[in-house]
């Protein structure tokens, strides 16, 4: 198969109301590179491919211009076994993402049986200007140290950032709400003392009460650590 013929085989999964739709939700991509493919799609693209030679081609051949081509880069980073070829991969497609849908689908399989090497990784991509790179890492974080590989210290790397993109503090408040679920005793001593920006402080606090696995009386605590964001100058809003 060539290039062409792979974004041909694209095309015939394309879901024109998708799209539309999908151009709503990530509004950094212009409609006209959005073709419109359902996720679950990609399972029956990427098996269509098998083995093709035009796989290593087409992860060589960034940027892409079509966003479904940047899901399907994910999706195949995600199904790289060898850790360095994955890791490898992973990096030179990081400059390139443009949205956290492509974002936040990257969480290679590989990656569970080599925590000790990706925390290090990990650390690097949140300490990146790029804020998708930070974006990928803290989704990593939380995707892989909030459970049997927690260490507490591992907070301090969201906790100490500081941006003014949108999907940055978007996620670093997700990733504090899900540490308020799996590690309260850990998580809830930064939003006492102030760790975090008042916005992300408050957006935390809101997804974490609109949480099940909260009780109500840690989500009345929680509600009372709000801060005072009119002062703040932060371009979230």
């Not at 925390?119 to 939380?142: E, N």
């Not at 500081?162 to 670093?172: A, F, K, L, P, Q």
């Amino acid at each position: 198969m060539t290039l062409d013929g792979l974004r041909q085989l694209l095309f015939q999964y394309q879901d024109i109301p998708y799209a539309n739709l999908s151009a709503k939700l990530i509004p950094t991509v212009p409609r006209e590179r959005i073709i419109g493919i359902r996720f679950p799609e990609y399972k029956n693209i990427i098996r269509q491919l098998r083995d093709d030679p035009v796989i290593p081609v087409f992860l060589a051949s960034l940027p892409h211009f079509w966003h479904e081509e940047n899901c399907l880069h994910a999706a195949l980073i995600n199904r790289i076994r060898d850790w360095g070829e994955c890791v490898s991969a992973l990096e030179r497609f990081l400059p390139y993402i443009d949205n956290w849908i492509v974002n936040d689908s990257i969480n290679p399989a590989c990656f569970k049986k080599h925590r000790a090497e990706l925390i290090l990784k990990v650390r690097s991509w949140i300490a990146s200007p790029a804020p998708y790179t930070r974006r990928c890492g803290m989704r990593l974080l939380m995707a892989n140290y909030l459970d049997q590989d927690f260490q507490p210290s591992y907070l301090d790397l969201p906790a100490d950032l500081r941006s003014d993109e949108y999907y940055v503090n978007m996620m670093t408040a997700w990733l504090f709400a899900e540490a308020l679920v799996k590690q309260w005793d850990a998580a809830v001593p930064y939003l006492e003392t102030h760790r975090l920006s008042p916005w992300t402080n408050n957006k935390a606090i809101q997804k974490a009460c609109e949480s099940f696995r909260i009780p109500d009386e840690r989500k009345a605590y929680l509600r009372s650590l709000k801060m005072d964001v009119k002062k703040e100058k932060n371009s979230v809003s």
